[in-house]
């Protein structure tokens, strides 16, 4: 069964850090594409951060380039997300996902597995 677990949300003041952690089982971990995506309130689904399958890359949403990092732990498939200098329109419900084939990373069609997501608060 293939499973996407996020934890590490909460509520945190402006400026403040957080770690966000996507526990991935069911699936080769390298195969796939791992995603972050982030729905504030009121506000459509939004990518945030994106590691590809093919080599590796990371693709960041402009508004977090510089503050957010993705990483992952192979051994522990696990995905990380560190988000540094919050601010509170970080506000949001982040979403774990992960696509076997994708080719536009922020194409939430393109992903097969979401997890059920984790908030985070910012405030201000």
């Known amino acids: 069964e293939v499973q996407l677990v996020e934890s590490g949300g909460g509520l945190v003041q402006a400026g403040g850090s957080l770690t966000l952690s996507c526990a991935v089982s069911g699936f080769a971990f390298d195969d796939f594409a791992i995603a972050w995506f982030r729905r504030a309130p009121g506000k459509e689904r939004e990518g945030v951060s994106c590691?590809?399958?093919?080599?590796?890359?990371?693709y960041y949403l402009d508004s977090v380039k510089g503050r957010f990092t993705i990483s992952y732990d192979n051994a522990e498939n696990t995905v990380y997300l560190l988000m540094n200098s919050l601010k509170s329109e970080d506000t949001a419900v982040y979403y774990c996902a992960a696509g076997r084939f994708v080719d536009v990373p922020w194409n939430e069609d393109e992903y097969n597995y979401w997890g059920r997501g984790t908030q985070v608060t910012v405030s201000s």
């Open positions: 590691r590809t399958s093919s080599d590796s890359s990371t």
